[in-house]
């Protein structure tokens, strides 16, 4: 749904240095459940099936060198490559499953920081339309910000944050979906607290100017004209050349009134926070 700054693949690159161990007995059958093979045989297997993109064989094949090899050395690097398999396979429930076991049993390994951004990419490419319910795409906005908080100076890091944004984005989105129905509706009281949620909690997002205009709407039918005339001027101040100013402006007009901040408003108290 949203522009991916590292493609996949490249993100195995970049967070492995992985190197195949050339071995005489290394075979290329698919890993077999119940006969024990030689630790580089299954893990060499594992790899090739990544390299070949056939990511659920490769996943199975990883988990194969953990159960088989449980206190190796392989076993490690097996976990993490598995969650990232899944990941590839799109088997999101699974690699977040993966992931967040390597971060429980290896929480000092040099992988850590990239378990938790798989766990944070996993939910994230899950997020659907704002007709649907919201639930994966709070998920993804915790991930990603827990990703930010543990390992700020990361490449993981860098990528969380753009994508933090459209996240944050999309919630707003969803609220201002929710609210113009209420407006629709003639539900007034319903909408201003949704157009409310985003003015105090995304108030950075794309979606704040077409909030405050939505509140200088839903005031002036509720008669409440110091709510109306403030939110409108609040618009007019932060967003000048926006044309839910102009829309504001022309309804304040109508009603003989113009825009003009009330200090004991709830707006302000809410804008003041971040400008």
Known sequence: MFHQIFSKQAKVLCAFSIVMVLSACSGTSEPDAYVERPVEDLYNQALADLNSENYGQAARGFDEVERQYPYSVW???????????????????????????????????????????????????QITGVERDQKVTRQALDALQNLV???????????????????????AGKEMAIGRYYLNQ????????RFRTVVEE?????????????????????????????AAAVLGYNFPGSEWYEDS??????????????EDSWIVKAWKTVF
């Open 75 to 125: 076993s490690t690097k097996a976990q993490i490559m598995s969650a990232f398999a899944y990941y590839q396979s799109n088997e999101y429930d699974q690699a977040i499953l993966a992931a967040e076991r390597f971060i429980e049993l290896h929480p000092g390994n040099k992988d850590v920081a990239y378990a938790y951004y798989l766990v944070a990419i996993s939910y994230y490419e």
């Open 149 to 171: 908080r543990r390992f700020p100076n990361t490449e993981y890091a860098q990528d969380a944050r753009l994508k933090i944004d459209l996240t944050r984005d999309h919630l």
């Open 186 to 193: 003639k539900h007034i009281v319903g909408a201003i607290n």
């Open 202 to 230: 995304y108030q950075t997002t794309t979606h704040a100017p077409e909030a405050l205009h939505r509140l200088t709407e839903a005031y002036l039918i509720l008669g409440i004209r110091d709510e109306a005339q403030t």
């Open 249 to 262: 402006y022309a309804l304040l007009d109508k009603n003989y009134l113009k825009p003009e901040i009330h």
